[in-house]
């Protein structure tokens, strides 16, 4: 069942700060986080396992809520190169197979 | 982590006619898969590779329309047949050393069927 991400999509200016969100109807194993770019293929952001969960590396963040079935990306002081089309990626098991949400673009202006 | 090459980059092909992608990981990797991605869409999972058994297909893709083989822990292919425009998309292989780590993706092939 493909997760669902609000927004779809957002516009920030430089130094703004967002939130992206991405729920299942099921049960999750883990929550996958990628970004990509117009014509480039998608890039690993990170990937959270255990219930409660949160990670971050430089000002790009996230949380899992294994109980309500859900994770939040979080974007601080947002730079120019964070824009790209943001993807969260779901497993219900543990083989691996994600499934990606329908994505939200989000928009960093000078 | 895993370089993917993948080819060809792009082809433009007839309607009726197959088309096979190549996918090559630079070191040995436990998981591949194949996904779907139509312009400014999500990517659609079509199946994961298996080395040395069928591959597994979700719902809404079969093995006749998209065969694939993987050989070994490094390479896999996928043939799109019998193509029509609605196959028209860009088909990504991507990989991981293990279930559940980050996946790798090649940089795509686009497939435009006339």
């Known amino acids: 069942q493909q997760p669902v991400q609000s927004p779809q999509a957002v516009i920030l200016r430089e130094g703004e700060d967002a939130v992206i969100n991405c729920s299942s109807s099921?049960?999750?194993?883990?929550v996958h986080w990628y970004r990509q770019k117009h014509g480039e293929a998608p890039i690993f952001l990170m990937i959270?396992?255990?219930?409660?969960e949160q990670k971050g590396h430089d000002k790009i963040s996230a949380s899992f809520n294994e109980k309500k079935q859900q994770s939040s990306l979080y974007l601080t002081a947002s730079q120019l190169s964070y824009s790209g089309t943001y993807f969260c990626?779901?497993?219900?098991?543990?083989?691996?197979?994600?499934?990606f949400g329908k994505g939200t673009k989000l928009s960093v202006k000078p | 982590s895993a370089v993917i090459s993948q080819k060809p980059s792009r082809d433009i092909c007839q309607r009726g006619t197959s088309l096979t992608i190549q996918c090559q990981v630079d070191?040995?990797?436990?998981?591949m898969f194949w996904y779907r991605q139509q312009p400014g869409q999500s990517l659609t999972l079509i199946a994961t590779?298996?080395?040395?058994?069928?591959?597994?297909?979700e719902s809404g893709f079969v093995i006749d329309k998209f065969p694939i083989s993987r050989p070994n822990l490094t390479f896999s292919t996928l043939t799109v047949s019998n193509m029509s425009p609605e196959d028209s998309s860009i088909y990504l292989c991507?990989?991981?050393?293990?279930?559940?780590?980050?996946?790798?993706f090649g940089s795509g092939t686009q497939l435009s069927v006339l």
């Open positions: 099921k049960a999750l194993y883990s």
């Open positions: 991507s990989a991981s050393s293990a279930t559940n780590e980050k996946l790798f």
């Open positions: 959270l396992l255990k219930g409660g």
């Open positions: 070191s040995q990797v436990t998981m």
């Open positions: 590779a298996n080395q040395g058994s069928e591959a597994t297909y």
């Open positions: 990626g779901t497993a219900g098991g543990s083989q691996g197979n994600l499934i």
